[in-house]
């Protein structure tokens, strides 16, 4: 059974950072494209960030603020994000899938969960 675990979400204040962790069972995260995405009420599901090939994608709200990495000992991806924002408020999602996509969520075949982030002022 493939299963994908988000954790590290919660509240933080304006300009500071979260690191956001993404567990992987019955799937080899080095061999997916990994992505996460996120979602606030109202909203489309929008993709933030990804790695694939050793190469990691952002979306543009996010460029240079959010890191995407993955740990293939622990077979876990990551992402860390700085600088955070009021609009950054949503609940992440970590998805995983085998082919080349990276940035649309019908692509993907396997997603965790989500866990919520929300920035204050």
């Known amino acids: 059974q493939v299963q994908l675990v988000e954790s590290g979400g919660g509240w933080v204040q304006t300009g500071g950072s979260l690191r956001l962790s993404c567990a992987a069972s019955?799937?080899?995260?080095?061999?997916?494209?990994m992505g996460w995405f996120r979602q606030a009420p109202g909203n489309e599901r929008e993709f933030a960030a990804g790695?694939?090939?050793?190469?990691?994608y952002y979306g543009d709200s996010v460029k240079g603020r959010f890191t995407s990495s993955r740990d293939n000992a622990k077979n876990t991806v990551y992402l860390q994000i700085n600088s955070l924002k009021p609009e950054d408020t949503a609940v992440y999602y970590c998805?995983?899938?085998?082919?080349?996509?990276?940035?649309?969520?019908?692509?993907?075949?396997?997603w965790g969960q989500g866990t919520q982030v929300t920035v204050s002022s």
């Open positions: 790695i694939r090939w050793s190469s990691t």
């Open positions: 998805a995983g899938q085998r082919g080349s996509s990276i940035w649309r969520p019908g692509d993907y075949n396997y």
């Open positions: 019955g799937l080899t995260v080095s061999g997916y494209a």
